[in-house]
C-alpha cells in the first residue's frame, strides 16, 4: 500500500539564546516577531470583523520551553509567502539567535 499524502512540514525553533550563550533582549521578542507574522493564514488574510486580527499565524508561534522564549516557524510559510520565510530566518541569522529544527512527532492514525 503506497502513502502518497505530503509529509507534514518541517518546523524550526528560533531560541531566545545567542550563540554566545546570552539571554537574547528585548524580553518581548518572541510575541513582536510573531505578531509580525500574523497575516500569514491559511487561505490568507480574507477573515474580516472583529478579531480578525488577534492570534498569532500558525506558522509562526511564540512559545516557551524550558526557561527559553522560542518562536516555532513552520517550513508551509516558505511555501506560502517566501520574502516572510527570508524575513524570520534572517532576523535570528542577524541577531545571531540559535535555530533548531524540530523533532516531530507524526500524528496517530486515525480511528475508523
Known amino acids: 500500500m503506497t502513502n502518497n499524502s505530503k509529509p507534514k512540514p518541517r518546523e524550526v ?6 550563540r554566545d550563550g546570552r539571554t537574547f533582549r528585548p524580553s518581548d ?3 513582536r516577531l ?4 500574523s497575516c500569514f493564514r491559511p487561505g490568507g488574510n480574507t477573515r474580516s470583523g472583529i478579531g480578525s486580527a488577534i492570534g498569532y ?6 512559545t516557551v520551553i524550558g526557561s527559553t ?17 527570508d524575513f524570520v530566518m534572517n532576523f535570528a541569522r542577524d541577531n545571531d539567535l540559535q ?3 524540530a523533532c516531530l512527532i507524526p500524528d496517530p492514525p486515525k480511528k475508523g
Request: charged share 20%; hydrophobic share 50%; net charge negative.
Open 57 to 62: 499565524s500558525p506558522y509562526c508561534i511564540p
Open 13 to 18: 525553533f528560533i531560541q531566545g539564546i545567542t
Open 69 to 85: 522564549k522560542c518562536v516555532v516557524v513552520s517550513e508551509a510559510l516558505k511555501d506560502l509567502e517566501p520574502m516572510a520565510w
Open 99 to 101: 535555530v533548531m529544527e
Open 29 to 31: 521578542w518572541a510575541e
Open 34 to 37: 510573531a505578531g509580525a507574522m
